[in-house]
């Protein structure tokens, strides 16, 4: 059996590369840079989802999920409030009156609906050039790395 330490930085590659086609592939139907379509940054594109798939409604659950400050945070929710994809709110039954939860708006919930829609277009478009033993590997491997994740 190899060393499991010698098949470290192949599987990094090995994800790097998936990671670089994978967003080739969406990269080809929109730009999240605040160019295309969407004027909206990658960071506010990440932020929404996170609030919409991650229960996350809080400003240091987003930190501690994208490892990044609360203030360079605080000035990215200031601009998405003032855009109009989110706004904050006080639960009635916090205690703590500090405490701030972040819900995304309409905006907020068409734009990421759009964003479903493209990505879904992308990957069926990707799929029907895969032959079915590719989109066997495809299927074998997804649900391989959802266990990991769990």
């Known amino acids: 059996m190899e060393n499991t330490n010698e098949n470290i930085p192949k599987l990094i590659n090995d994800l790097l590369t998936f990671n670089m086609r994978l967003g080739c592939i969406l990269r080809n139907k929109f730009n999240v840079n605040g160019k295309g379509q969407f004027e909206i940054s990658l960071r506010q594109f990440q932020i929404l989802l996170a609030l919409r798939l991650n229960s996350i409604d809080s400003i240091s659950g987003l930190e501690q999920l994208f490892n990044i400050s609360k203030s360079s945070l ?32 309409s905006k907020g919930e068409e734009i990421t609906k759009k964003f479903d829609e493209i990505i879904c277009e992308s990957f069926t478009d990707f799929y029907k050039t895969l032959n079915e033993k590719q989109k066997e590997y495809l299927k074998i491997g997804v649900n391989s790395l959802v266990k990991v994740f769990e």
Not at 75 to 90: A, F, R
Request: zero cysteines; charged letters at 40%; proline letters at 3%.
């Open 74 to 105: 605080s000035l990215t929710i200031s601009k998405m409030e003032k855009s109009g994809l989110i706004h904050k709110e006080q639960l009635p039954d916090d205690k703590d009156r500090r405490m701030v939860h972040l819900k995304i708006t």
